[in-house]
């Protein structure tokens, strides 16, 4: 891929919604999701507004001024400025659709190496500039926006797109050294010759990187065993505006605190992730799966319980409950679902569905569809239920912008927390969101799935739309949300299991890690980002009457 320093990789993405500029979204796509709000949410009328251009957006000129030997790879053009502004999360979309720009960075950077990369570190170190790290432009909380005060005298968002190949593949060890700016399609791509797949696949990995992933603490394809992106990494490069890191590549180790941990979630606050080690799964060859239908979400709940506690490690374990299941094609709204995938690259896997199901018949489960070595599974896993959740999940991100177009609130959340808590702590969850959905907007749906499940605990994920207008819905937004955040620290469930901190849950990140590992993080920050120039806000404060320099 040849390097940019404007214009973007190849096609230019929507500022305004996922996807191309070249992808249209028909105007039947658009009367389709209407008339599903409409019927969902029981409405008569919906203001569809019209999708912002880059003509409607007025952006502050840029408070600083890229110096001579920068320029090859700097810009400071309108509509790189924009589409570095936001984020694809439901907060993100109501601002562009508010045509509100006024977070615009001054500079987005395109570096093509390191040095280039240590040239702007010094940069903004030396005037005090913000300098925030991008991957592909995914985060839904906020992960890039720009500080809210005027306490930097500049920001520089640092695109990573040029870092974009895998560099070495070791066959044996079955690894590869990747570059942090490479995009999951071109990852993929890349090691396909090699028999190899990174097999880390988020809702968002058409458009989000691997720099960004192991920022973040990514979770991807499988819904057990290497859920986390952490479970995946060798090991780290990452380049601080203090100096350059290398951690050695090992299997394991037991030589002290992990280093490549301080990196792992770090949301770009340490330094920016270059270059890591990755451990590949083989290309499946086989697969089995099946769809089971349950009559209540916590009858079900059991069953995904044991599965997961068996030792099984199904790779698509998705839970939904009535509601979700019915959104996403699955159900008819009277039942529950639980879409179960085993794959392996190297032996048939009917057996673990057989004792899958076995365990799914015990608590009630009815088995609807079921595909294993004896038929196509992969074909079955196109059609039906499962066919079913698996195009809406590729394929509702792309119609994400219509809901803000129309003023509606339509997010999610997610989190987790121990199987002792579940049921009591899903029902307080599910009560006090509910009630805030009431008092915002006068009533909208709640519903959840399980996306990731570990022996000790699952991943809920809560998804909520609700009437509102475009006067009303992001202050709406807000308040919900926040109702839901405080409701997960009450329970002692976490802020987040794996759309990262941001600047979205920053208070009740505070809450959930203990003040003296704060302190401890933030003297790491200190040794690495001596300036404090590094992602503004990301987890850790710069300390109250630092002055920053230049």
């Not at 991943?459 to 997960?488: F, R, T, V």
Request: charged letters at 25%; hydrophobic letters at 35%; aromatic letters at 10%.
């Amino acid at each position: 891929m040849a390097q940019q320093k404007s214009g973007y990789f190849g096609k230019r993405r929507k500022f305004w919604s996922w996807g191309y500029e070249d992808e249209g979204i028909s105007e039947d796509e658009i009367k389709v999701m209407a008339k599903r709000v409409k019927d969902r949410l029981g409405l008569d009328n919906i203001e569809v507004k019209k999708t912002p251009t880059l003509d409607d957006i007025e952006l502050k000129a840029p408070r600083i001024k890229i110096p001579a030997s920068l320029e090859s790879f700097c810009t400071s053009e309108k509509w790189d400025r924009v589409i570095h502004t936001y984020g694809k999360g439901f907060k993100d979309m109501m601002h562009i659709y508010r045509r509100d720009f006024g977070r615009a960075p001054d500079v987005i950077a395109y570096p093509r190496d390191e040095n280039d990369i240590a040239a702007i570190y010094d940069w903004c170190g030396e005037n005090g500039y913000a300098c925030i790290p991008f991957g592909g432009g995914s985060s839904v909380t906020g992960g890039f926006w720009a500080p809210e005060d005027d306490a930097y005298k500049g920001v520089v968002v640092v695109d990573l797109g040029n870092l974009n190949q895998v560099l070495e593949v070791d066959e044996v060890s079955r690894c590869a050294l990747i570059q942090g700016g490479v995009l999951g399609p071109s990852l993929e791509e890349q090691l396909k010759p090699h028999g190899l797949t990174l097999r880390h696949i988020p809702q968002s990995w058409e458009f989000s990187s691997l720099g960004g992933w192991i920022a973040t603490r990514s979770s991807g394809h499988y819904a057990t065993h290497l859920t986390h992106i952490d479970d995946m990494v060798e090991s780290l490069r990452v380049v601080t505006p203090n100096g350059t890191i290398e951690n050695r590549r090992l299997p394991g180790s037991g030589a002290g605190p992990d280093p490549d941990r301080l990196f792992i979630g770090s949301e770009g606050s340490m330094g920016i992730i270059t270059e890591a080690w990755m451990k590949l799964q083989g290309r499946v060859e086989f697969r089995a799966n099946a769809s089971i239908s349950f009559p209540s979400f916590y009858q079900g709940a059991k069953a995904v319980r044991q599965i997961t506690q068996a030792g099984l490690f199904p790779a698509n374990a998705r839970y939904l409950d009535e509601q979700d299941a019915k959104f996403y094609g699955a159900g008819d709204g009277t039942d529950s679902v639980l879409l179960l995938g085993f794959e392996s690259a190297d032996h048939p896997v009917d057996a673990w569905l057989e004792r899958g199901l076995e365990i799914c018949q015990d608590f009630g489960g009815t088995v609807t569809a079921k595909a294993d070595s004896t038929t196509n599974a992969l074909e079955n896993s196109r059609v039906g239920a499962q066919g079913s959740w698996r195009k809406q999940f590729r394929y509702l991100p792309r119609l994400m912008h219509t809901r803000s177009a129309m003023g509606i609130v339509s997010f999610t959340f997610e989190t987790s927390y121990t199987w002792d808590k579940f049921e009591e702590a899903d029902t307080e969850i599910m009560a006090r969101v509910k009630d805030a959905i009431n008092q915002a907007t006068g009533g909208g749906i709640l519903c959840r799935r399980f996306s990731f499940l570990y022996p000790d605990g699952p991943s809920p994920y809560y998804s909520i739309m609700a009437n509102s207008n475009h006067g009303n819905a992001l202050e709406a937004y807000q308040s919900i949300s926040d109702a839901a955040s405080d409701a997960l620290m009450d329970v002692g469930a976490t802020i987040t299991h794996h759309h990262a901190v941001g600047r979205s849950f920053r208070p009740w990140y505070d809450q959930e890690v203990d003040p003296l590992y704060r302190k401890a993080l933030g003297a790491v920050k200190k040794e690495f980002d001596p300036n404090w120039i590094m992602n503004p806000g990301m987890l850790i404060d710069r300390p109250k009457g630092l002055n920053i320099v230049g």
